[in-house]
């Protein structure tokens, strides 16, 4: 069973830095791609961005390009979400999930989700 557990969130105040992780359970992580999703109230989850397997391509939301860089370290089994010059409209609860096929960007093509990590941006 796969278990994913985000940490990293908090508050920050705008043009701030924070660095989310996805820690990952079981043996076959490296053959993943894995992405952050997010989720303000009342609001949809939406991509923010993605890695393939090897962390060779990468894809972001156009509202975080500039700003934010998903990485992973296959060896620690995990994904980092480098989150700079953050606005307040960047407030939501952000989920990694792992990859089980279809589109990248889509939600419903990511099959297992970790319990999500707060990100407050204050203005």
């Known amino acids: 069973q796969v278990q994913l557990v985000e940490s990293g969130g908090g508050l920050v105040q705008a043009g701030g830095s924070l660095r989310l992780s996805c820690a990952a359970s079981g043996r076959t992580f490296s053959n993943y791609a894995m992405g952050w999703f997010r989720q303000a109230p009342g609001s949809e989850r939406e991509f923010v961005a993605t890695?393939?397997?090897?962390?060779?391509?990468?894809y972001y939301a156009d509202f975080v390009k500039g700003r934010f860089t998903i990485s992973r370290d296959n060896g620690k089994k995990t994904v980092y979400l480098q989150m700079n010059s953050l606005k307040p409209e960047d407030t939501a609860v952000y989920y990694c999930g792992r990859f089980a096929g279809g589109s990248l960007f889509a939600q419903y093509s990511y099959d297992y989700w970790g319990q999500g990590t707060q990100v407050t941006v204050s203005s």
């Open positions: 890695i393939t397997n090897d962390g060779g391509i990468t």
